[in-house]
C-alpha cells in the first residue's frame, strides 16, 4: 500500500514550516485548538487529492501574505510498479533512508523508492501540482502524477459530512471495494419510482460482491442494516448517473439516513476494505457523533490495535477516550514555537504510556501539574474547589489538568515531568520531601524549564499541614480524621508514633489550654500517614480537607507554605 513519508509545509495559513515524518498505521494529532492539527490534515489531502482544482483565498496563506507562496510537499513510499515505472516517472524517483529520513536525489539499490508530491499556489491563487525533483528541474522537465495514478491513491476522508461515500459517486469507497460497476441503462429514463424499481433490482445483480462486504462489514460493526443491503436508486436524488445509485437498508431506507456516527462508522469499514486501493485515511475530530464504546469499534477498524497496520491513518482528537485507547508511539503532539510548527511522538519512555491509561486528559491540556500521588491529586483539587467558591477561575478553565505518578521515590514524579516537558508542555512537579528526590534529577527537571513545589527536608504532606496551619485548622484536621478513620484509629496511631506518650484525648485537652506543641503536631504529622489505615490518604479525602480546612485556613497559615501554594496557582494560570 502506498504511504506517507514525509510531510513538508510551507506558509499554509497557521503553519509557516513544518517537516514531519509520520509513521505507517495510526497517526493521532493532539495538541490545544488552533495548534494546526486540521490545516495539517488539509494540507495532505489538498496535495494528494483527485482534483484539478481547489477554493483558494487569501486566508489560506500564513498571516495572509501573499508574497509567500504555499508549497505542500508530500512525500510517498511503498509504491506500486506503476508508480516506479522508469519510462513514466524516472526523472522524478528519488530515495529514501527509512532509518535517517535522508532523502536522495538518485535511486538507491539499499534505500526505498520514492516519488515527492508538491502543491505550490502563489499571489494568482492558482494551484499547481508536480513531482519533486532536482534531476528534472536541471533538465528542464517538469510534471505531475497521471490522473488514473492521482486517483489510486488519493487519501479517503472522513469528515462530519460522508453520507456522499454510501453512494456509487466519483471517488466514493464503493467504487474501491470491487471491480465491479453499475451498467447505467435505458431505465433511468421512465419514472422515477419505476426506475427506482426496475433499475434497483439489475443494479443489485451487478453490484453483488460489493454489496456482500457493506453486508458484512456493518454486521461486523453493529451498524443497523436490516441483516441486507440493496443498490436502489437514491430518492433524493435529482441527477441520473452513477450517483443516483445508493445503498439502502432491507427495508429500502437510504443507508445515509443513519446516525452521524454510523454512517462514518460504517465507512471506516468499508475503508479498510478497500485499503488495497486506497491506503490513506484523513479522520478530522475523530470522536464526532460516537458514543464511547463505538468510537473505541472505529479505532479497531481503523487497525489501532494492529500489529501490522491495514491503513496509514491521520486523525484529530480532543477526546481523552481516544487517547487512551492508543498507544504512545501513535500519539503525536502538535506545537506552533518560534522557529516553526513541530509534530512530537508522545512515545512510551518513562512510563508515559501509564499515564495515557491513567490520565489520558492531561494530553489535551496546555499545562499539567504532575502529583506524586492520590493524596496530591486531590489536595489541589480541593484548594482549587475552594478558590472556586471565592469567585476565582478554577484550574481547569485555565487548561490545566493533573497526572497522578502512582507514589513511590519521588525522581518518578520529576521523571515523568521531564518526559511531559519535552513534548511542549507546562509542567509543575508536587511532591513529598520525607524522602528527598536526587538534586541531578531536579535539576534536569528544573533546567528544563519545570517548576517544583516541595515541602521542608523531611516532610510529607501531612507533615506540612500539621505543621504549617494554625490551631483552629489543626483542630479541625483531627475532627476530620475522627470521622474519616474512627476516633478508636486515631488515637492508637497517635499512641504508636508518639511510644504512647501521647493519646487522642490529652491532646485535644492539652489544645484547650495552650494549643498544639510543636512536639504534637510532628506526632500527628507522623501518625495521620500510618500504613494502610492512613486517615486521608485518598483523592476524595484529600478533596474535602483542602476544600473545607485548607482553603480557608490558608491565608493564617505559616509564610512559606502560604506561598508555595500561591505561587503554585498564580503560575499554572499563567500559561
Not at 384 to 401: F, H, Q
Request: hydrophobic content about 40%; overall charge negative.
Amino acid at each position: 500500500m502506498v504511504c506517507i513519508r514525509k510531510v513538508e509545509i510551507r506558509n499554509f495559513r497557521s503553519i509557516q514550516t513544518l517537516d514531519w515524518f509520520p509513521l505507517l498505521g495510526v497517526n493521532c494529532l493532539i495538541g490545544p485548538g488552533d495548534s494546526g492539527k486540521s490545516t495539517i490534515l488539509d494540507a495532505i489531502d489538498l496535495c494528494l487529492g483527485a482534483r484539478r482544482t481547489i477554493p483558494v483565498s487569501d486566508t489560506d496563506f500564513f498571516l495572509m501574505d501573499v508574497t509567500q507562496t504555499v508549497q505542500i510537499s508530500v512525500t510517498l513510499g511503498t509504491l506500486p510498479d506503476d508508480l516506479k515505472n522508469v519510462n513514466t516517472y524516472g526523472n522524478y524517483l528519488r530515495a529514501f533512508n527509512l532509518q535517517t529520513g535522508e532523502i536522495e536525489e538518485e535511486p538507491r539499490q539499499d534505500w526505498e523508492t520514492i516519488l515527492t508530491l508538491n502543491l505550490s499556489i502563489s499571489s494568482d491563487l492558482e494551484p499547481v501540482w508536480s513531482l519533486k525533483s532536482q534531476r528534472a528541474e536541471q533538465l528542464g522537465q517538469e510534471r505531475s502524477i497521471a490522473w488514473k495514478d492521482r486517483a489510486s491513491i488519493a487519501p479517503a476522508r472522513l469528515g462530519n459530512y460522508v453520507a456522499s461515500s454510501l453512494s456509487w459517486t466519483r471517488g466514493s469507497v464503493l467504487n474501491r471495494l470491487a471491480e465491479e460497476r453499475p451498467n447505467l441503462g435505458a431505465e433511468l429514463v421512465g419514472a422515477a419510482r419505476e426506475a427506482r424499481a426496475s433499475f434497483g433490482n439489475q443494479a443489485g445483480a451487478q453490484l453483488g460482491e460489493t454489496l456482500r462486504i457493506v453486508t458484512e462489514t456493518a454486521t461486523s460493526l453493529g451498524v443497523p442494516t436490516g441483516g441486507n443491503t440493496q443498490a436502489l436508486l437514491d430518492a433524493h436524488s435529482v441527477s441520473i448517473g452513477d450517483g443516483a445509485i445508493a445503498l439502502h437498508d432491507a427495508r429500502g431506507v437510504p443507508l445515509r439516513s443513519l446516525g452521524t456516527g454510523s454512517v462514518r462508522l460504517l465507512i471506516a469499514g468499508l475503508q479498510r476494505a478497500a485499503a488495497e486501493s486506497a491506503s490513506i485515511v484523513l479522520v478530522d475530530e475523530v470522536e464526532y457523533g460516537l458514543e464511547p464504546h463505538r468510537l473505541t469499534r472505529l479505532l479497531n477498524s481503523l487497525g489501532a490495535k494492529e500489529p501490522i497496520p491495514p491503513l496509514q491513518v491521520f486523525m484529530t482528537t480532543h477526546s481523552p477516550v481516544v487517547v487512551r485507547e492508543l498507544s504512545g508511539h501513535q500519539i503525536f503532539v502538535v506545537r506552533s514555537e518560534q522557529l516553526g510548527h513541530q509534530v512530537r511522538q508522545v512515545g512510551v519512555a518513562n512510563d508515559v504510556q501509564s499515564t495515557i491509561r491513567l490520565d489520558p486528559e492531561a494530553f489535551l491540556a496546555k499545562t499539567i501539574i504532575v502529583c506524586e500521588g492520590a493524596s496530591e491529586v486531590g489536595f489541589i483539587r480541593g484548594l482549587d474547589e475552594y478558590r472556586v467558591s471565592l469567585g476565582l477561575t478554577s484550574l481547569l478553565a485555565s487548561g490545566v489538568a493533573y497526572v497522578n505518578a502512582g507514589g513511590g521515590h519521588p525522581d518518578l514524579s520529576f521523571s515523568r515531568g521531564l518526559a511531559l516537558l519535552n513534548l511542549g508542555y507546562r509542567v509543575v512537579v508536587l511532591v513529598d520531601n520525607d524522602i528527598p528526590p536526587t538534586p541531578t534529577t531536579v535539576q534536569q527537571f528544573t533546567s528544563s524549564g519545570g517548576r517544583h513545589v516541595i515541602w521542608e527536608t523531611g516532610r510529607a504532606l501531612e507533615d506540612e499541614l500539621f505543621l504549617s496551619l494554625d490551631d483552629e485548622a489543626v483542630g479541625l484536621l483531627l475532627q476530620r480524621a475522627c470521622e474519616l478513620a474512627d476516633s478508636e484509629i486515631v488515637d492508637a496511631h497517635i499512641r504508636t508514633k508518639s511510644n504512647g506518650a501521647m493519646t487522642l484525648e490529652n491532646i485535644c485537652n492539652q489544645a484547650l489550654i495552650d494549643g498544639y506543641s510543636r512536639e504534637t503536631r510532628t506526632c500527628l504529622g507522623l501518625a495521620s500517614r500510618s500504613g494502610k489505615n492512613s486517615w486521608f490518604k485518598s483523592v476524595t479525602k484529600f478533596e474535602g480537607v483542602a476544600r473545607d480546612i485548607v482553603g480557608p485556613a490558608l491565608q493564617r497559615s505559616h509564610q512559606p507554605f502560604q506561598l508555595q501554594i500561591q505561587n503554585l496557582f498564580q503560575w499554572a494560570h499563567n500559561a
